[in-house]
């Protein structure tokens, strides 16, 4: 009778364990853990490719990350892309048939007034930029968030690497509503609506320096984490009191921390992950001082402070 029982008993065991198990990845996908320290690529890797483009995010993630972060617009169409500047820029942007831009050009090319056919056109990566000389020169484009996305993952999933966060920044001001970006609620909206499509709400921080879409965020989509970018030199308490909530991420620019900012913000259990950090002595320096994380333009910096 007993050894009967004991089939049934030992099968009984392992589907708990195996339960078990399944809600421990469970709680793993919804609420993943944030790295112990955070090494974040700029705009993928700006130093060193075509700023924000997939080649980008996949040398940062060569080069070990744990968050890629980036920045995103809106088109006409209402595709979200990623690209830092409300306009084509002619600092590191051609025609689609290779040309220069001037500056006073670019400004007939706004992000918000083209059709994502028409902005992909536009070349990345052919033209010298000086103030990132090593950038390798590939000739890119502006990608849909959901296209890059969907690099990522699979670029992940074929070589069996962890997954990454994404830290996704809203481009928009207060005076741009409807000019060169959508008003805070459908942007914020646009967004999340990818991120949910591509199931990957868990690993995204959306960032900004505009309170207004952070607050459409935490209204609307509590459950995805926000970051406050700070560039002022108002109080870390001047700048929460104006968010008008607790959010997960504090990230001022990096001249701006102090062991007394990082003592604030940790009391509430805030991180604290500055921009853009682009030498070892500062990496040095704030990892010494206690910061969460580094957003840099050279990722492949962070191996260097490591060893």
């Known amino acids: 009778m007993i050894r009967k029982l004991l089939p049934v008993a030992l099968g009984a065991m392992l589907l708990v364990t195996g339960c078990k198990s399944t809600e421990t990845m469970t709680a793993q996908q919804t609420n993943p853990s944030f790295p112990a320290f955070d090494t974040e690529g700029h705009r993928g890797a700006r130093g060193l490719m075509p700023e924000n483009s997939i080649p980008a995010m996949m040398k940062a993630l060569e080069l070990g990350v744990t968050t890629l972060e980036m920045d995103t617009h809106v088109t006409k169409d209402g595709k979200v892309v990623v690209t830092h500047d409300p306009y084509i820029n002619h600092l590191y942007a051609r025609t689609p048939d290779g040309k220069d831009l001037t500056k006073e050009e670019s400004k007939n090319y706004a992000i918000y007034q083209l059709d994502y056919e028409q902005v992909r056109q536009f070349e990345l990566g052919t033209k010298f930029y000086d103030t990132y000389p090593h950038q390798e020169k590939v000739k890119t484009y502006i990608p849909l968030l959901a296209e890059l996305i969907d690099s990522v993952q699979n670029h992940l999933k074929t070589n069996n690497l962890p997954q990454v966060f994404y830290n996704i920044e809203t481009k928009s001001v207060a005076d741009g509503d409807k000019k060169i970006h959508p008003e805070p609620a ?3 909206k646009k967004l999340v609506e990818v991120l949910e499509e591509k199931n990957i709400t868990p690993w995204v921080i959306v960032q900004s320096f505009d309170p207004r879409t952070l607050q459409v965020l935490h209204q609307q989509y509590p459950h995805i984490k926000a970051s406050l970018l700070v560039s002022n030199k108002d109080s870390f308490e001047e700048n929460i009191a104006r968010l008008g909530f607790t959010p997960q991420v504090y990230s001022p620019s990096y001249k701006l921390v102090t062991p007394e900012l990082l003592a604030k913000a940790h ?8 921009w853009t950090v682009n ?4 990496i040095t320096r704030l990892k010494a001082m206690g910061v969460d994380g580094i957003i840099s333009d050279y ?3 962070f191996k260097e402070v490591q060893e």
Do not use: M, S
């Open 279 to 282: 030498t070892v002595e500062d």
């Open 267 to 274: 009391a509430q259990n805030i991180k604290v992950i500055p």
């Open 186 to 188: 459908e942007f914020v």
């Open 299 to 301: 990722p492949n910096l």
